[in-house]
């Protein structure tokens, strides 16, 4: 189970537009972080930026293979985090006032 503090750290990796176009990229599967440039307009110091905060998330793992970098999503993850968004839809319905102090 992903702890309070590790799903802060997912929402924050996915709020940003570079960070979320990587992970479509991975969707494809394991990827160079040379392809992975070449599909984003990004420096290699701000790709490595954004792959360090995807991987403090859980959301992407890295292997090193020489001198290159290949990064894979981490799908579970990506499971345990949709998991818990759906369960957040699966509201009980609630007798309007019942729990309310200010009512008393």
């Not at 802060?8 to 979320?20: I, P």
């Not at 479509?24 to 040379?34: H, M, P, T």
């Not at 905060?53 to 970098?69: E, T």
């Amino acid at each position: 189970m992903i702890s309070s503090a590790q799903r802060v750290k997912v929402f924050k990796a996915l709020g940003d537009a570079n960070r979320l176009h990587i992970l479509q990229l991975l969707q494809q599967g394991e990827q160079c972080a040379c392809v992975l440039l070449e599909n984003l307009n990004l420096s290699q110091p701000t790709l490595s930026h954004h792959m360090k905060i995807l991987c403090d998330a859980s959301l992407v793992r890295s292997r090193k293979d020489g001198k290159w970098v290949y990064y894979t999503l981490q799908a579970d993850t990506i499971k345990e985090i949709s998991s818990w968004l759906s369960e957040l839809q699966h509201v009980s319905a609630a007798v309007p006032g019942k729990n309310c102090r200010c009512q008393d």
